[in-house]
């Protein structure tokens, strides 16, 4: 025997064209890692985005204001001196801030160019024969109206407005100078008009002025004839009682009824509308120095005092408990001790501007009682400062000179505590908590609470796994520890499959079906919720009386199925007999009952449907991971319980249950973060209002369902918006940092089993 | 055998009873719920009887005609201080809701009736539904046809006689006439006319891009007006045989006479359909059954959604979702295979897994403003400016539309496919790719041509489920692109055909809408369960199919597990 040595067939792995080919397939693998590196890492990218995306919407929220010069052309531009002559008593803007206006004690009307102070018009005011301008107050800023008063007892109102026209595509603004009573003035007492006080509505004017010695008030109605269109005025005049301070300023609330009069440090409050005359009914001590400024804020409702010692001071007229008004001091805003010189008032949000005598300039949002800008921006004592209707520009005035600054405080009213802590809002009788972030009229009041939405998504999730809790973890026990195999492989897909059920048809069974339901059957729900369990307990004692003959021929963990009818026919009795059980106990009508005997309200939609809808819709998912969870636990943990002679129930309680508990945990944890999220449910079965009532029988407002309904509603970049990106941002954390922890708790699990 | 009760108790038996109750009351609740669904869902097309009966209340009596919708029971003080006279010593009361229809002439369409009170029922076998175009069902008899001013039929009974069975005929004929004009006017309005205008539209924007380019040669402007002109000349034609059509389907009165006894004329053209339940069999009911359902799967809704079909929002469902397929799935399964089978495993993969995972968990209303702010502000405002500036002010891609409702679902269920495609990978024993690679393939044609083909169940699991769970989300599609009633299909007959940045009708947001805006929530309420039932239905669907390929899957790699 000899072993043939044949050489190996002779084959070149190397031909051109093999290598070619070779070369491809390494390109193409390259390609394919690259692609799918690439592919993989911006799908993982694009879920980083959200998070991201919601805070870069969040962020302006909480940044603070900047001032700087106006910026023209990228420069800087230059103080300038004031134009006209004599000194100023009023000092505005139009809206774009490019034309400002300026009032001067000799009469002079100045409209000029905001970045230069070249004049563009200039008007004088008719001076009556023989007087002199003494006083000028501002009726509103928003409405551009002022008033002037005169040597004589006359008094003029004025208002500047501006029209836009745009000759060849370019926009001019041309200004021009209104008077609502007529160029005619109104003789209003015969003292010297130093202060003035008028508010109006559209037709009846009431104007107060006088000087320290004594007021006098005119009242004024302007009809339009409707045939002619004539212009018709009724006057009519009355003094005033004297005070015993020395009058400084005056404020007249618009609803005409309020008079508020500065002395040196205190305060008169007058009720012009008393029934026996008017009344001085409160005289308070605002300040403990010198008040150098008092003025009214946006809306009308509340007044900001400034003293020399650096306070500002929010007030407004609240009733106490004789419903009696107080002029209430509301909340106070300090900045350094240096006296505070001047005052301005946003145009169309609730904030104002303080500067002091060393020239730092204050911005404010009375809500957010936020400070949003502290800046030191000229130096020594301002004499006047102005806003500009959108509050992005203000006017400095000093010694003569006029500097224009730029101002970015996009979100002033937005802050730690107008978020979570109670606010006392302008007409509330106490601070509270309210979400309530848009009205019909411009000067309303934004309130941005979170804590209402905040507590009905934690009462909705309360009460969602009050009742889904219960039914799913025992459920996934039984499920999981009792049901024979068979069965378990049917339910437990059945269970399941509801997890992907829409949940905008729970929420629409809920609000359309369950909710006029239990309203017919309150009492039968609850005699239901107790009946049912005992009927359970009674049936499975009847059970076992059964003779063993009969039970056997059931096998054991079909109880669940021998249940069913059981169930049913709690249900219906319960129903049945709910009607008899209402009419001995609660005289035929639980919910009169209720609001009678116990004052609780009820509303048709309210925490109870949405624990039942929600409840269902957390059931799955709670079931689906503590049936995984129970299940998992090694056989024969249990079976050497069972062999020391513990019941099944012992076996399950001091065994099964412990050593699962993570997981249980983790299942409590996800559902929770699902009842939280949860919106169309929410949005369908409540009446959506943001109160704070624990009141199972009343309604509330979640954070998901308020965004659905206010998200498309809000303007691109506003507060609102920027405020239900944030709503979004505390959903996403809260279910991002809950899901995630019982994720760490379930492969903590899996690795404590992984060594049994 | 007799057990003491303390003893039993000892045991634990009552928790172990306690605890099988929560699963049979789980069973109940779905089955329960399911049931509602589809028997409220299902019983709305059955032809119900309409009754008639003379209903006394306080001593006035009126004839009432109706179907009877549902029953409860009421206290009889709460009557009684309604200022009805209820007999003495009655607790509790019968009311019915009935559907008496006839909105025009009573102002509602649904009343409360007592029971008690209700005598002389009978059920006519010449009364008559006619479900119309406007002011919902018309429920009376039938007095006479008129064509144009000629009286052409007229009966004065009640009693079934071959006369009154001639004018019904006659009454058929003539609604059957109308359906057909109906159908060629529908087709002149909304697709002839329809396409007419979507051209002039494009014009307009084509000039104004011209403008807006100062483009000064004047022949692109006279095409564009030439191409106007035509088009307004054929406009016009349409609109001469629009006229004429309607004289033509306006042609045919009835007069019906109402419960209250007064005769009212309705036109021919305003019914969709008249039937006489009452002397209808079971055959020619089942009929009626079978083409309501078809009606409600294929026809446009009408009467603000409360009547008619939910095709649109059927279409647009679909539509929506086959886009978010078609996005979701390469980048799902990209990822998956980057985690599973390039990323280095460590720290960072477990913590990208974990991420991925709990995305699934973020409520969707996140995803709907995420999506509202970034893809339809941001990207879409952005889309504008570049390439669609001649229709601005007015948004093209910025605002809400159906390309961005799909990304948004994409990318709000892309952690599914990525999870069960990784499932599905993690499954596929080393072995076989080791064996691939040992033959001296590459790791890309290891992946291309075993190890995805192996995984294909899985993704397809991943996928389904992620279109079972866009199909059922409504939340986010509130802020980037439904709505209740979108004027075309978007996809259609005009170029680009597919119009993605149009708003869409979507099924789950019809029913939010029908059943909780609707200004007629009673009348509708029937429909939206029918809508619950086919969402329903598609979903489970859906999902058992997922359920039975993840099944399948695990039956066929256990073999190859050794």
Not at chain 1, 431 to 441: D, K, L, R, T, V
Not at chain 2, 299 to 305: C, I, K, L, S, V
Not at chain 2, 311 to 340: D, E
Request: hydrophobic share 45%; aromatic share 10%; net charge negative.
């Amino acid at each position: 025997m000899s072993i043939e040595n044949t050489s190996a067939p002779q084959i070149d792995f190397n031909t051109p064209a093999q290598l070619r080919m070779r070369k491809f397939r390494a390109l193409k693998d390259k390609l394919a890692s690259g692609g799918i590196a690439v592919g993989g890492i911006s799908v993982i990218v694009a879920i980083l985005l959200i998070f991201f995306y919601l805070l870069y919407e969040v962020m302006p929220l909480f940044q603070s204001a900047k001032v700087q010069p106006w910026q023209q052309n990228e420069q800087a531009i230059e103080s300038y001196s004031v134009p006209g002559s004599g000194k100023t008593l009023y000092l505005s803007m139009e809206e774009q801030a490019e034309i400002g206006v300026r009032v001067t004690d000799q009469g002079e009307v100045v409209f000029f160019n905001t970045l230069n102070g070249s004049v563009i018009k200039s008007e004088t005011i008719d001076i009556p024969a023989n007087s002199s301008i003494t006083g000028l107050s501002t009726i509103s800023d928003p409405l551009r109206q002022f008033a002037i008063g005169f040597s004589n007892g006359d008094a003029l109102v004025i208002q500047h407005n501006y029209t836009s026209s745009y000759p060849d595509g370019e926009r001019v603004i041309t200004p021009a100078l209104i008077y609502p009573l007529g160029k005619a003035p109104i003789h209003i007492g015969n003292r010297p008009l130093k202060l003035l006080g008028i508010s109006h509505t559209e037709e009846n004017w009431n104007l107060i002025g006088g000087d320290e010695t004594g007021l006098t008030q005119t009242k004024i109605s302007v009809e339009e004839n409707m045939m002619t269109g004539e212009i018709e005025t009724t006057t009519e005049s009355e003094a005033l009682p004297q005070f015993n301070l020395k009058a400084q300023k005056l404020l007249l609330f618009p609803d005409r009824r309020w008079l508020l009069v500065a002395g040196k440090s205190t305060l008169a409050v007058v009720d012009l509308k008393a029934e026996d005359g008017p009344r001085t009914t409160q005289v308070i001590e605002a300040s403990k120095g010198n008040i150098t400024n008092f003025q009214m804020l946006l809306g009308g409702n509340a007044v900001l005092i400034a003293d020399d010692l650096g306070k500002v001071s929010q007030w407004f007229l609240i009733r106490d408990e004789d419903t009696d008004w107080k002029f209430t001091k509301i909340r106070e805003f300090s900045g350094g001790n240096a006296a505070v010189v001047d005052l301005t008032i946003e145009h169309r949000r609730k904030g104002f501007a303080s500067i002091d005598e060393l020239g730092t300039l204050r911005l404010f949002n009375t809500t957010a009682e936020r400070n949003a800008l502290t800046a030191t921006v000229i130096k020594g004592t301002a004499d006047s400062i102005s806003y500009a209707p959108r509050s992005n520009a203000m006017f400095i005035e000093k010694d003569g000179q006029l500097s224009l600054l730029e101002i970015h405080n996009e979100h002033p009213d937005v802050s730690w505590s107008a978020l979570w802590d109670k606010v006392w809002y302008e007409g509330y009788e106490e601070p509270e908590y309210i979400w309530q972030s848009s009205a019909a009229n411009n000067d309303f009041e934004p309130k941005y609470s979170l804590m209402p939405l905040a507590f009905g998504t934690l009462k909705a999730a309360f009460y969602a796994m009050l009742l889904g809790t219960p039914l799913a973890i025992c459920g996934a026990i039984y499920t999981a520890y009792f049901m024979i195999p068979a069965m378990r492989r049917k339910v437990k897909p059945f269970i399941e499959l509801m997890e992907a059920l829409p949940t905008v048809i729970l929420g629409f069974l809920a609000g359309l079906w369950l909710a006029p339901f239990m309203e017919n059957q309150l009492a039968g729900i609850f005699v239901t919720l107790l009946f049912v369990p005992i009927a359970i307990v009674a049936f499975g004692f009847a059970w076992a009386q059964v003779p063993n003959k009969y039970r056997f021929m059931i096998p054991e963990g079909w109880d669940a199925a021998l249940l069913l009818p059981v169930v049913i026919l709690a249900t219906l009795f319960s129903l049945s007999v709910s009607d008899g059980i209402e009419g001995i106990l609660f005289g035929g009508d639980m919910r009169l009952w209720m609001s009678n005997e116990l004052d609780i309200s009820y509303d048709q939609r309210n925490a109870l449907v949405v624990g039942i809808a929600m409840g269902f819709a957390v059931i799955p998912t709670i079931f689906s991971i503590t049936e995984d969870a129970i299940f998992a636990v090694p056989k024969h943990l249990s079976y050497g319980s069972l062999a020391l002679g513990a019941t099944p129930w012992q076996t399950l309680t001091r065994v099964v249950l412990p050593t699962a508990s993570p997981g249980i945990f983790s299942a409590l944890m996800i559902g929770m973060g699902r009842a939280v999220g949860e919106t169309m449910i929410v949005l369908m079965a409540t009446g959506n209002t943001p109160i704070m009532d624990m009141n199972i029988f009343e309604g509330m407002r979640t954070l998901a369902a308020n965004i659905a309904v206010e998200v498309p509603e809000s303007e691109v970049g506003s507060t609102h918006y920027r405020i239900l990106f944030l709503a979004a941002f505390v959903l996403f954390m809260f279910t991002f940092v809950v899901n995630t922890l019982a994720e760490l708790v379930r492969q903590h699990l899996r690795k404590k089993y992984g060594s049994l | 055998m007799k057990v003491s009760f303390t003893e039993w108790t000892k045991s634990g038996s009552p928790w172990v009873w306690l605890n099988a109750g929560a699963v049979a009351i789980c069973v109940i609740m779905v089955v329960g719920l399911l049931s509602l669904i589809a028997v409220r869902g299902l019983g709305h097309f059955w032809p119900a009887d309409i009754q008639q009966a003379t209903y006394s209340l306080n001593g006035e009596k009126s004839r009432v005609i109706g179907e009877i919708v549902e029953s409860e029971q009421v206290p009889a003080e709460q009557l009684r201080d309604a200022g009805v006279i209820v007999p003495e010593g009655t607790l509790m009361m019968r009311r019915d809701l009935m559907k008496i229809g006839n909105r025009d002439v009573t102002g509602t369409d649904f009343t409360w009736v007592l029971d008690n009170n209700l005598s002389e029922r009978s059920n006519p076998e010449m009364l008559f539904t006619a479900e119309r175009r406007e002011w919902g069902n018309f429920y009376g008899y039938l007095r006479a046809l008129k064509e144009g001013d000629k009286l052409v039929g007229q009966y004065d009974g009640y009693e079934k006689t071959p006369e009154y069975v001639a004018l019904w005929k006659g009454f058929e004929a003539s609604i059957e006439r109308a359906l057909i004009i109906r159908k060629d006017i529908y087709q002149i309005e909304k697709h002839e006319i329809g396409s007419i205008n979507y051209e002039l539209e494009r014009l307009r924007l084509k000039q104004r891009a011209l403008e807006l380019k100062e483009v000064s040669d004047p022949a692109p402007y006279a095409e564009i007006e030439a191409r106007r002109k035509e088009l307004n000349t054929s406009y016009e034609g349409l609109q001469q045989s629009l006229i004429d059509l309607y004289t033509e389907i306006n042609r045919d009165t009835i007069i019906a006479e109402v419960s209250g006894g007064q005769e009212i004329d309705i036109a021919v053209a305003k019914i969709v359909r008249a039937f006489r339940p009452n002397d209808m069999s079971v055959g020619a009911k089942l009929i009626h059954y079978a083409e309501k359902i078809k009606e409600f799967v294929s026809d446009d809704p009408r009467e603000a959604n409360t009547e008619g079909g939910i095709f649109p929002a059927i279409f647009g469902t679909v539509m929506m979702v086959v886009l978010m397929s078609i996005l979701v799935t390469p980048f799902g399964v990209i990822a998956a295979v980057y985690l599973r089978e390039y990323a280095k495993q460590g720290f960072t993969t477990r913590l990208i897994r974990i991420a991925v995972n709990n995305l699934a968990g973020v409520p969707s209303i996140v995803y709907g403003v995420f999506g509202l702010g970034f893809f339809v502000y941001f990207l879409g405002g952005n889309i504008d400016r570049l390439f669609y500036p001649e229709a601005l002010p007015s948004p093209t891609f910025g605002t809400g539309g159906l390309v961005w409702a799909s990304i948004t679902l994409a990318l709000l269920t892309v952690p599914v496919v990525i999870v069960a495609t990784e499932e599905g990978l993690s499954r596929i024993p080393r072995a076989v790719r080791e064996g691939s690679l040992a033959l001296g393939a590459t790791k890309a044609e290891t992946l291309w041509k075993v190890v995805l083909p192996m995984a294909s169940p899985a993704m397809m699991t991943g996928v389904i489920l992620a279109i079972a769970r866009a199909a059922g989300e409504v939340a986010p599609l509130m802020l980037v692109g439904v709505v209740k009633l979108a004027p075309s299909l978007p996809l259609d007959a005009n170029y680009p055909f597919l119009h993605l940045d149009q708003k869409f009708m979507h099924l789950g947001f019809h029913i939010y809408d029908v059943g909780f805006q609707s200004p007629n929530v009673e009348a509708a309420r029937p429909l939206v369960y029918a809508t619950a039932l086919l969402l329903v239905a598609v979903i489970a669907l859906l999902n058992i199919s997922a359920v039975q390929i993840r099944n399948h899957l695990r039956e066929k790699y256990k073999s190859l597990e050794m």
